[in-house]
């Protein structure tokens, strides 16, 4: 099943591991149960800590599927289908977890995990394909190790598409506790743990509350905020980063292949290593934190956060980048994950065999439909121009694929459904002003970006696309605040763009501090 690199990689893992670990087989003669123990027998050939045993006829179990156990432990965490492409990295550390190998979170979060009191039966279905389903699986994977009151199934939804139909998920990662929705989307541990906790936003809101002045603030945790962070701290300066989701709009992006030095990485990849360099200073990460206002004013400028705490700082660098544009019409929010979906790459597998829409005809529909044709039954793109704004050779990829209808000048005007899911959309041919019905059971939207700037209307002046304006500093229209990356007015919304910016921002950021009421550690740091 796995190669010889893969083989000697997980077998330089699980010398890890430093108690036996006991692998249950979920198992009947199907193909897939066949693929899966050749999967466990090339776990169990790694390491002699290792055991599996089959199990057959097992009324109450998904076949195939395997449970991870070790003896003397009560631990209840099971992969059901298998967990390869992006999940094999869960299945690495689901072992060395379950084998005793300590996790690599802090132990205030360890000390809340097993601290939750409940019984919590947690199932998410992921896809092979989806860059975001690995996040939730290994939080969950966590929490079932520390609490035995917690148990978590993580189910193939490619491999299940009987249990998909019947609960309609039409979406990765979609979470099920105690056999009710829980979320849907990407969640990290800390996320899903205050969810799970009453009283962790108090006491969180309470801590920030109680913070010593920052000498720089940055509000966003994608490149530009990252770098802007590395810069801020390296010049021996008080360092705080509140973020939504450390790594931004990155940790949704598949394939990064114009990243200069790194020929190809993916975006969760370099989203952690993002975070792994920020964290190697003095930088106070406040995760989970949505900013709602800014308070200009005298020596400190405020932030108020969701959870009601303020925090302030000297200074301020607003890298809150930018979100997936809606159509805004109607049916798409009534059918959010019941149809309408934004990532091809983690959802794709869901619609295999099904007719499904792109909308957008830049270089993100294009590669979105070209990519989902490999998997769907059809593909209808629809572009508002009257021609593709793709790149020549996405164009002709494209118009060499047989189940690809290419509709232009097309605005959507209506998505429908029966009740429970999308059946379709309307659109209307803006040539003929006629109104068309496409039926359909998938709908992919990829038509550009909307900045996250909306909580601060009123405060910095902003562009009539509700960019912050920013001058060749990163500078903004309030003294000591400092903007970069795609919520600002510079152009070209790339990765490689952000950081430069996030950078330059901090060191303007720093040349206000010295200049202005600068503290006695930027001084020294000056000098």
């Known amino acids: 099943m796995l190669d010889n690199a893969m083989k000697t990689q997980l077998k330089a893992y699980l010398e890890r591991v430093v108690r036996p670990i006991e692998i249950k087989a979920f198992v009947d003669d199907s193909p897939r149960s066949r693929q899966m123990l050749d999967l466990l027998a090339d776990i169990a050939s790694a390491s002699d800590k290792v055991t599996v045993v089959e199990i057959r006829g097992d009324k109450d179990a998904r076949v195939p599927s395997f449970a991870l156990n070790s003896p003397g432990q009560d631990i209840t965490l099971v992969f059901a289908g298998l967990p390869m492409g992006h999940e094999f990295t869960s299945l690495v550390l689901a072992l ?55 148990r978590h199934v993580a189910i193939d939804g490619a491999g299940f598409q009987a249990e998909v139909e019947q609960r309609q998920v039409m979406s990765v990662p979609t979470i099920y506790m105690n056999g009710a929705v829980f979320g849907s989307g990407r969640m990290g541990v800390e996320e899903i743990v205050a969810k799970l906790d009453a009283g962790a936003a108090v006491r969180e809101a309470k801590r920030l509350n109680n913070l010593e002045p920052f000498d720089v603030l940055v509000v966003g945790g994608g490149p530009a905020g990252a770098a802007a962070a590395i810069y801020a701290a390296r010049k021996g300066v008080r360092t705080g980063v509140a973020a939504e989701r450390f790594g931004g709009q990155v940790l949704d992006t598949m394939e990064i292949a114009n990243f200069i030095s790194v020929p190809h990485t993916e975006g969760p990849k370099l989203a952690t290593a993002l975070e792994t360099h920020v964290r190697d200073y003095e930088v106070d990460i406040m995760n989970l934190q949505t900013a709602t206002k800014l308070v200009p004013g005298g020596d400190l400028i405020g932030v108020e956060l969701a959870n009601g705490a303020t925090l302030r700082s000297r200074s301020v ?48 529909g294009v590669e979105a439909a070209i990519d989902l044709a490999g998997i769907v039954s059809h593909v209808t793109l629809l572009e508002f121009d009257s021609k593709l704004r793709a790149d020549d050779v996405l164009q002709r990829k494209l118009r060499s694929l047989p189940n690809v209808r290419i509709i232009l000048s097309a605005r959507t005007t209506e998505v429908t459904g029966d009740g429970t899911r999308v059946n379709g959309l309307k659109y209307e041919d803006r040539t003929s002003s006629e109104i068309h019905h496409v039926a359909l059971e998938g709908i992919f939207v990829q038509i550009g970006l909307l900045p996250n700037t909306e909580w601060l209307k009123g405060t910095v002046e902003l562009s009539p696309r509700g960019e912050v304006l920013v001058n060749d500093r990163g500078e903004t229209s309030i003294p000591g605040v400092f903007a970069a990356g795609d919520c600002t007015t510079v152009p070209y919304k790339q990765i490689v763009i952000a950081m430069g910016e996030g950078a330059k921002s901090s060191l303007a950021a720093f040349d206000h501090l010295i200049r202005t009421s600068a503290p006695a550690v930027a001084q020294d740091a000056a000098a």
């Open 96 to 150: 060395l977890q379950v084998g005793g190998y300590p996790p690599k979170v802090e132990q205030a979060l360890i000390d809340q995990i097993k601290d939750l009191d409940g019984d919590f039966t947690f199932e998410t279905y992921f896809s092979q394909s989806c860059q975001n389903c690995p996040d939730v699986v290994q939080a969950l994977n966590l929490m079932a190790v520390l609490n035995p009151r917690i």
């Open 317 to 364: 660098i607003l890298s809150t980048g930018a979100r997936w544009r809606r159509m805004g019409v109607p049916g798409e929010d009534q059918y959010m994950a019941k149809g309408v979906a934004f990532c091809p790459h983690c959802d794709g597998p869901l619609f295999k065999g099904k007719r499904v829409a792109v909308i957008g005809g830049g270089n993100s």
